[in-house]
């Protein structure tokens, strides 16, 4: 079973990822509410997959991205963000994040895409 580290500042959008992750037949290993918490789990955790936030206090999405790819290149980040934030999608792709998905999302979207990733 792929391991998942769910990071988003809202307790929400966590349980609701979370729920739709462990529904697709995820194991979500851990939560982070902020990109320094993101770092510490996955150095703790080393979790098959990472779905980032990227606004977010304390740390940002894109900063834990860069460093959490700066530590594993090996790293499977997916970015999700809401709609109209290209630029950010981008610059995350490009510091090394693998995929990227919008709020609001299926969970048969959020599945495939994380299936891919690991695959």
Do not use: W
Not at 79 to 107: C, H, M, N, S
């Amino acid at each position: 079973m792929s391991t998942v580290l769910v990071v988003d500042d809202t307790i929400f959008m966590r349980h609701t990822i979370t729920a739709m992750l462990e529904e697709a037949g995820f194991e979500v290993i851990g939560e982070a509410e902020n990109g320094k918490q993101a770092i510490e789990q996955y150095h703790r955790l080393h979790p098959d997959v990472v779905t980032m936030d990227i606004t977010m206090p304390v740390m940002s999405g894109l900063e834990a991205t860069k460093e959490i790819i700066k530590e594993d290149p090996n790293a499977k980040i997916c970015i999700v963000t809401a709609l109209g934030q290209q630029k950010v999608i981008l610059e995350a792709l490009k510091y090394g994040a693998k995929d990227f998905i919008t709020k609001p999302f299926e969970r048969e979207h959020l599945e495939t895409t994380i299936r891919q990733m690991i695959e």
